[in-house]
Each structure stands twice: as structure tokens, then as C-alpha cells.
């Protein structure tokens, strides 16, 4: 089930900073202020994807 979150959370890692890279390179300078509300909603988004990805690793070795 940990493998399952981890490999869901990075896919969707990826799609977003696909579409976060998309809006920042071609449409940044056309952005009213519910697109930065969107790109904003999107990062903070990345970020808790990014939390769960380094708590669901399943390949944390641990011992030392």
C-alpha cells in the first residue's frame, strides 16, 4: 500500500510541475489575479505532494 501512495504522489508530482512549468514559461505575463490564486493553489499542492513522498518511501533504509 506505501509503494502504491508513493508512485501515485510522485505521478501526480509530475503532472503538476508540468502544469506549473507550462503557465510560468508561456502564459506568466497574461496571469490576472485568479491565475496567480491557481498557480499559487497548484505549488502549495507540489509542496504537500512532495511531503508525502518523502514520508511514504518505501525504500527508507533506516538502519544504520
Not at 503532472?15 to 489575479?33: A, E, G, H, K
Not at 512532495?50 to 518505501?58: D, Q, R, T
Request: aromatic share 18%.
Amino acid at each position: 500500500m506505501k509503494k502504491i501512495i508513493f508512485y501515485g504522489a510522485i505521478a501526480a508530482a509530475l503532472y503538476l510541475t508540468y502544469i506549473i512549468s507550462d503557465i510560468v514559461l508561456f502564459q506568466l505575463n497574461s496571469l490576472n489575479s485568479y491565475g496567480f490564486g491557481f498557480l499559487t493553489g497548484k505549488i502549495s499542492i507540489l509542496l504537500l505532494l512532495g511531503f508525502i513522498i518523502y514520508k511514504a518511501n518505501p525504500f527508507n533504509n533506516k538502519s544504520a
